[in-house]
């Protein structure tokens, strides 16, 4: 007769074990911050962490309506939530519009709810914009990829005003470099990384 009672418990404790929590993105005093989607966050927090002038990004999930959704959630395509990545930089260093050009350098915008071998709408390419400033930004470079047939399809590239963003589990962030040798890491993250450095004209760390 204890069993069921037990179980809801233990059951309700996992639950509350997989929530998140939303994410402050007021940037510290003389900083700034951006959000955008482009696939596995693992590899857009890689990318971006490596260009110089960002201080940190973080892992974590927008664009959607789910409260504290989890991994497993965002996963099954029904929040609306895109898997996102936080960055925080300093403008003194990097522009918003070096950012946005890291953006389109490393992925591939044209395919819709997807990105590579991942596919779902929480893939989707997704440039949150915090002002009206940043959203003509993006404007004008997917304009100008699209003058100069950068890619060979149109661009599906959503733009979206900043929104809500729930930092991920604890084990996605820094995923790339606390996890080298993981299979998806070796063969979809690190080439992607490796492409982005060949393609990026702005500054590496």
Excluded at 76 to 101: C, I
Aim: hydrophobic share 35%.
């Amino acid at each position: 007769m204890k069993i069921l009672p037990l179980f809801a418990i233990l059951m309700t404790f996992i639950s509350c074990q997989s929530q998140t929590k939303e994410l402050s993105l007021k940037p510290k005093p003389g900083k700034a911050v951006a959000v955008f989607a482009e696939g596995c966050f693992w590899c857009s927090e890689h990318v971006f962490e490596a260009v110089y002038g960002v201080d940190e990004a973080i892992s974590g999930y927008s664009g959607g309506t789910a409260k504290n959704p989890s991994y497993h959630q965002v996963g099954s395509n029904q929040t609306g939530h895109a898997e996102a990545v936080a960055v925080f930089y300093d403008p003194k260093k990097v522009s918003y519009a070096q950012l946005v050009d890291a953006f389109f350098a490393s992925q591939d915008p044209t395919t819709p709810n997807q990105q590579g071998p991942d596919i779902g709408s929480s893939y989707r390419s997704i440039a949150f914009y915090g002002n009206l400033d940043e959203k003509k930004i993006i404007q004008d470079k997917i304009a100008a990829l699209s003058v100069a047939k950068v890619f060979a399809k149109p661009i599906v590239t959503e733009l979206k005003p900043v929104s809500t963003f729930y930092e991920a589990e604890d084990y996605h962030q820094d995923y790339v470099k606390l996890n080298p040798n993981q299979g998806y890491v070796q063969g979809v993250s690190l080439p992607r990384f490796n492409k982005f450095k060949k393609v990026f004209k702005g500054r590496l760390k």
